[in-house]
């Protein structure tokens, strides 16, 4: 499976610098890490949307690994975005943890679930 290992090396290094630049850019204007919560939000936008266009037949079985499995699987971050919440809880800032954790939960969701719809 080195399509996937191509696709995650890629997906990885594009969330890499995407979080860090936005990070760079809104630093002193969230209470959450956006950079991580965009980054999954797109990802999992993304992955709905490649769900769907393999579920459909319409992409091949190794371009689903390649993008959905490998690039969407390392572009988007349980682990930043579990580490980025236990940052905020040891600093003390509840209500920011809490609403990084919904917000991210749920706009998530419906990022993934639009892209799903948006192709079916």
């Known amino acids: 499976m080195i399509v996937v290992g191509i696709g995650g090396a890629l997906g990885a290094a594009v969330r890499y610098q995407v979080a860090g630049w936005m990070n760079a850019r809104m630093k002193h204007r969230t209470f959450v890490p956006i950079g991580t919560w965009l980054v999954n939000m797109l990802g999992s936008f993304i992955l709905g949307v490649l769900f769907q266009l393999h579920m459909d037949a319409l992409m091949s079985d190794t371009l689903w690994l390649l993008l959905g499995v490998g690039f969407c699987g390392a572009f988007t971050t349980f682990s930043t975005f579990g580490y980025e919440t236990i940052t905020l809880l040891q ?29 079916s």
């Open 91 to 119: 600093a003390k800032k509840i209500r920011a943890a809490m609403t990084y954790v919904v917000l991210s939960v749920i706009v998530c969701c419906l990022a993934a679930w639009i892209g799903f719809l948006i192709v």
